[in-house]
């Protein structure tokens, strides 16, 4: 079956930059994609979704960008702080409506430096 | 407000014995799934319920059980644990309306020697 990947398992950024972490997926029907966040010993966390209806969407920090022509998803975090060190899941749904098709990716540890 | 809140958090078995890992969610969600979590893997699909009464197979049903005791409550049961079921183990609920988001617990962690 069609699964979600990653580019990079690993990614360091110096505290205050921008962060860019990129999620290939393969599944042309996936309608709809959801970031989260996972810290140490912890559940993930919800960041951010998007639609295929829509290229961008903006949340505090954040932003998550959608290339449905390349297959490409990708989330920004502005101004990237130590909180933010952790390990960032995508996932996307084929179908619409059912959360048991959620297919998610290995994840990119995200280390913010000082 | 607690969200999902799993226990225990930690346990270790023997090959062979049996265990129930439980869910409560308090969001009044009328799903809820049961995951594991492997290093260097994606979050995989054990089962899954849709309602109260009601549980479904995922990916990975082989060697677990499931209980919808309750709206709030879905537990977990491994009736002869094995070292493969070695993991990390989140259940999460799910918003109705409006996408499929899901809500995850803080996770058990299961080693099985």
């Known amino acids: 079956g069609e699964s979600v990947g990653l580019h990079l398992p690993t990614l360091s950024v110096q505290e205050g930059d921008n962060s860019i972490i990129n999620c290939a997926y393969s599944?042309?029907?996936?309608?709809?994609f959801i970031w989260y966040k996972q810290e140490s010993g912890k559940g993930p966390q919800f960041i951010i979704d998007?639609?295929?209806?829509?290229d961008k969407r903006q949340g505090q920090r954040v932003t998550v960008l959608l290339n449905k022509t390349v297959k490409h998803l990708s989330l920004q975090i502005a101004a990237t702080q130590p909180g933010d060190s952790a390990v960032y899941f995508c996932a996307e749904n084929a179908i619409p409506g059912s959360a048991r098709q959620l297919t998610f990716g290995s994840g990119t540890q995200l280390t913010v430096l000082p | 407000n607690a969200g999902v809140t799993q226990t225990p958090k930690f346990q270790v078995l023997k090959t062979g014995q049996s265990m129930t890992l439980q869910c409560a969610q308090d969001m009044n969600h009328n799903s809820m799934y049961w995951y594991r979590q492997d290093p260097g893997m994606g979050l995989r699909l054990i089962y899954y319920?849709?309602?109260?009464?009601?549980?479904d197979k995922g990916e990975v049903p082989n060697g677990y059980n499931v209980s919808r005791l309750n709206k709030r409550e879905f537990s977990l049961r491994l009736e002869s644990a094995a070292p493969s079921q070695t993991s990390v183990y989140f259940c999460?609920?799910?918003?109705?309306?409006?996408?499929?988001?899901?809500?995850f617990g803080s996770g058990t962690q299961l080693s099985v020697l």
């Open positions: 998007i639609r295929s209806n829509m």
């Open positions: 999460a609920s799910r918003v109705d309306r409006g996408g499929e988001k899901l809500f």
């Open positions: 599944n042309s029907a996936s309608d709809y």
């Open positions: 319920s849709a309602s109260e009464g009601t549980t």
